[in-house]
């Protein structure tokens, strides 16, 4: 991007990274600002409908392809589609309802470890050792933490939505499993835009069945603040980065800005609502931490060498065959593993992941 430009190049990434932290971290306040306006399904389908056009005349301009071509594309459209875009990010504007954006920042933070966990059942050459279920529980104690469920909450608000999120972070994992065996070639770009696309109809598909109208939208300034740093800020403007950074740096390094996300929208909580998240909150998110790095160690210590040898290390491509891409707010698609640590940990939805 040629705003870009001007930065300095030893501070570039950097900066770069820490935009990127800030615009996907941010999202989950304003989406819990938002909701307080607007149904949350139809809240996802709008805000995705229209950062998905946006993102396709971007990618009509940078690449030479604007559709999918074959059943192979449009399979990863697909499934990109539904889990990454409307099944996550349905279930986390619900889930929102009931939980703090800080608090469902902390939970989606296990996507990562849950896409692991997954694909060592579902891929015959991807199996989880016993070093990773250790880092696998250890990110299942740090959502204990967070949740800190008891007989008397069990019903509450937090125990209801907490689980609506992370059933959100379930179906993230599972969307980027899923489309890690199918060979696609098809430009990260288009296919975020299509997935979007795809998505944004499937969440109004499913806003009708919840019975949500457009009556019941209020179009204050708050609302339209939300929605517009949602679709523009943490949508497209956060993408722009997201491509950027991933054609410069590799989608390992990259993504993992997932992990700074929880740390950002704890921040702007407090800034923007004033609210403060208890001590277990803090360790949760640590645990969590910890698990990630237990599981993707290999991919760490293969980064680590890339900074200290930067000549000796090529940028990692995707298992699929296409790059990782990944949804604001949340963490990346990841294709490594324990076994095959050859890509990022969003992220979105491109092969590979909030929000």
């Not at 956060?238 to 992990?259: I, S």
Request: aromatic share 8%.
């Amino acid at each position: 991007m040629k705003i870009l430009d001007s930065i300095p190049s030893e501070y570039r990434q950097s900066v770069l990274f820490s935009m990127l932290a800030l615009c996907w971290g941010s999202s989950f306040v304003a989406i819990e600002v938002g909701l307080e306006y607007v149904p949350p399904i139809l809240f996802a389908g709008s805000r995705y409908a229209l950062a998905g056009v946006i993102v396709l005349g971007y990618a009509a301009v940078v690449t030479d392809r604007v559709r999918p071509v074959g059943r192979a594309e449009w399979l990863v459209v697909t499934i990109a589609g539904v889990f990454v875009i409307a099944l996550y990010h349905g279930l986390l504007y619900i889930g929102e309802l009931y939980v703090s954006g800080a608090v469902a920042a902390t939970v989606v933070s296990t996507a990562p470890i849950l896409t692991v966990v997954f694909a060592s059942a579902v891929l015959p050459n991807q199996r989880l050792g016993p070093v990773g279920v250790v880092g696998f529980v250890l990110g299942l104690l740090g959502v204990v933490l967070v949740v800190q469920p008891s007989p008397a909450a069990l019903g509450g608000d937090m125990i209801v939505g907490a689980a609506i999120v992370f059933a959100s972070a379930v179906a993230f994992a599972l969307g980027s499993v899923l489309v890690r065996p199918i060979e696609s070639n098809l430009p990260i770009e288009t296919l975020q835009a299509w997935a979007m696309l795809l998505g944004a109809g499937v969440l109004f598909g499913w806003a009708g069945l919840r019975g949500e109208s457009v009556a019941a939208i209020e179009l204050t300034t708050t609302a339209l603040l939300s929605y517009a740093y949602l679709t523009f800020v943490s949508g497209v403007f956060a993408f722009l980065l997201y491509f950027e950074l991933l054609e410069e740096n590799g989608p390992t390094q990259v993504n993992l800005v997932g992990y700074a996300e929880p740390a950002v929208a704890i921040g702007v909580s407090w800034l923007v609502l004033g609210s403060v998240v208890d001590s277990l909150t803090i360790v949760g998110l640590l645990t969590i931490l910890v698990g990630f790095v237990v599981i993707k160690r290999r991919a760490i210590r293969s980064l680590v060498r890339s900074r200290l040898e930067p000549t000796a290390f090529d940028h990692q491509q995707t298992a699929g065959g296409h790059p990782d891409a990944r949804t604001d707010g949340g963490t990346p698609i990841e294709a490594d593993t324990e076994v095959r640590e050859s890509a990022d940990g969003d992220r979105s939805v491109a092969t590979r992941k909030k929000r």
